[in-house]
């Protein structure tokens, strides 16, 4: 019997070394700051949790207590915290400081690792409004992860309130907002266009997400065009404490690179102005993210202005600086597009001298060693982007509809355009009541039907669908038609198709701000597909 849970990990011998070693960095530099340890407790109530969006309700590891309230293992630190500094230091002008280590139990990703639960460092600072509060916290989070030798660090900023600012304007209902911080956090236009335009936005107003959607970068960069969108006093404040907030992290560290990225909404829907993030050594995960919260402890009962972060020590457990490359790498979808990508990526002039169409190889570096093309299984195309063992993807738009892909949209292009579609066998007839089908998309398909309001029985396949109803498998499938060839030369017919197929540029999104320059130039050669 193996008793192993996969993504639960013990931590023994050099490692426990190294976790010593990065939690005393991380109480020293705290204590240097005047922050005071704190020990939360393990349990929390469901209830705490349920209406907090970023806390995944599914996730939650819930249990029922002897007296039939649900209580949770705490999927997030901050809400606790609050909850206890809300109540015991209920005079909002004594700031408290506080910084905990503690499992949090929540899934992660990283390279190399999925994890169930992570030890987790942070700070929580109860403070004053003004700004000085996330200096001062970011001044902290710099300093450790520079202690503990770790280079290239980057600061992402963003504004909770700058958004509201401008969703303000636009009397949308809370839901509407939340699917929208949802496309803007994947950067996925091809889904936000859409929306906009199914609760009448004006062009102006999509014009304006869309510009918001590409508002990443250096502060000189994006300044001037996120003035431009200012539509009221609160966009227009939210904006000036982001530019005051840069210089100060300038005066602390004038070296570290300041991105400012405006998608950076809210993950966690208690975050109320500033939002950041820091990246380091190379890692395609946040090292540290944090935000202003100062309006979480009035739901226990207290106003009180707050700032902090949370630093994934788990993922610095495992960070190894040689594994930090330079060059791109691009995971494409092996198979219908590969060669019109490649051949569209030499015409701009990326040339990558030993591909050729009957190579068995799977990877490829351009001449001049910037970028780097893996070909992989489609639906593996996410998971490398997401981990960020790609920094790009080509990938069908089926894939992403069926997976649950946590990274950027970034482009669709005009090629391995195709339909996602109903087919029976020629000669026959669809039984009454509940039918089956065999699908590579069972997601998809159960969507559309429930939709429809069509009871089915899904059957989960690998490839070769079309085989499902010659052999009595299933009554019809779902799967993509391109020519319908497949379709004709196994004798079954195309009834009805439903969705349109087109193939997406896709990006992890820490690359995204840490190698922008190069991802920029890739797409712009793919601009014309
Ligand atoms: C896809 C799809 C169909 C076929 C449709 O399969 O599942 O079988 O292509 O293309 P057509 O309309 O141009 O004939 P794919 O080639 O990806 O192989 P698979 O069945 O092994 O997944």
Not at 117 to 132: A, K, L, M, N, R
Not at 243 to 248: G, H
Request: charged residues 30%.
């Amino acid at each position: 019997m193996n008793y192993e849970i996969t993504g639960s990990r013990t931590i023994f011998g050099d490692e426990v070394k190294r976790m010593r070693e990065i939690t005393n960095v991380l109480i020293n530099e705290s204590e240097k700051s005047g922050f005071e340890e704190i020990m939360i407790p393990n349990f929390e109530d469901y209830d705490l949790y349920k209406n907090h969006r970023g806390i995944d309700r599914l996730q939650m590891v819930k249990t029922i207590d002897n007296d039939g309230r649900v209580i949770v293992l705490r999927p997030d630190a901050t809400i606790g915290i609050t909850r206890f500094v809300s109540k015991n230091f209920p005079i909002p002008e004594s700031p408290v400081k506080l910084f905990y280590i503690s499992t949090i139990f929540r899934e992660f990703k990283g390279v190399k690792k999925v994890g169930r639960d992570f030890i987790q460092g942070g700070v929580e600072f109860f403070g004053v409004p003004g700004i000085e509060c996330e200096a001062e916290v970011i001044k902290l989070a710099i300093s450790i992860i520079r202690n503990l030798n770790i280079n290239n660090i980057q600061i992402g900023l963003g504004s909770a309130e700058y958004l509201s600012g401008f969703l303000s304007t636009l009397n949308l209902d809370r839901e509407d907002e939340d699917t929208i911080m949802e496309f803007l956090e994947g950067r996925d236009l091809s889904g936000l266009i859409p929306f906009l335009e199914s609760r009448g936005l004006s062009a102006e107003d999509i014009d304006a997400f869309i510009e918001l959607t590409s508002m990443v970068g250096e502060s000189k960069k994006v300044l001037p065009r996120a003035i431009e969108l200012i539509r009221n006093e609160k966009m227009k404040s939210a904006l000036n404490r982001l530019e005051d907030l840069s210089d100060m992290i300038r005066e602390i560290d004038s070296k570290i690179c300041i991105k400012l990225d405006f998608t950076l909404t809210k993950r966690f829907n208690y975050y109320t102005d500033t939002i950041f993030e820091l990246y380091a050594g190379g890692m395609h995960v946040p090292v540290v993210s944090g935000g202003r919260y100062d309006k979480l402890a009035a739901e226990f009962g207290a106003e009180r202005p707050a700032v902090g972060f949370g630093m994934n020590l788990s993922l610095l457990l495992d960070f190894n600086e040689n594994n930090a490359e330079d060059i791109v790498t691009v995971a494409i979808a092996k198979g219908r597009f590969t060669d019109e990508v490649v051949r569209v990526l030499s015409e701009g002039g990326l040339d990558f001298p030993d591909y050729h169409k009957e190579t068995r190889k799977l990877l490829f570096k351009d001449s001049e060693n910037k970028y780097k093309l893996i070909f992989v299984k489609s639906p593996d195309v996410p998971t490398y982007v997401e981990s960020g063992a790609a920094d790009l993807g080509i990938v069908g738009s089926d894939i992403l509809d069926e997976g649950d892909f946590d990274g950027y949209i970034l482009k669709t292009t005009g090629i391995g355009k195709c339909r996602m579609s109903f087919a029976k066998l020629k000669e026959s007839n669809i039984p009454k009541g509940s039918i089956t089908v065999a699908s590579k998309y069972p997601r998809i398909a159960a969507d559309y039907l429930k939709n429809q309001g069509v009871s089915a029985n899904l059957i989960k396949l690998n490839g070769s669908v079309e085989l499902g109803p010659i052999v009595g498998l299933s009554d019809l499938i779902v799967d993509i038609v391109e020519s319908g060839k497949t379709l004709k030369e196994n004798g079954l017919e195309e009834m009805e198709s439903f969705k349109d197929i087109s193939s997406k540029v896709i990006c992890n999104k820490v690359s995204f701000k840490t190698k922008q320059e190069y991802i920029e130039k890739f797409l712009e050669l793919l601009k014309d597909i």
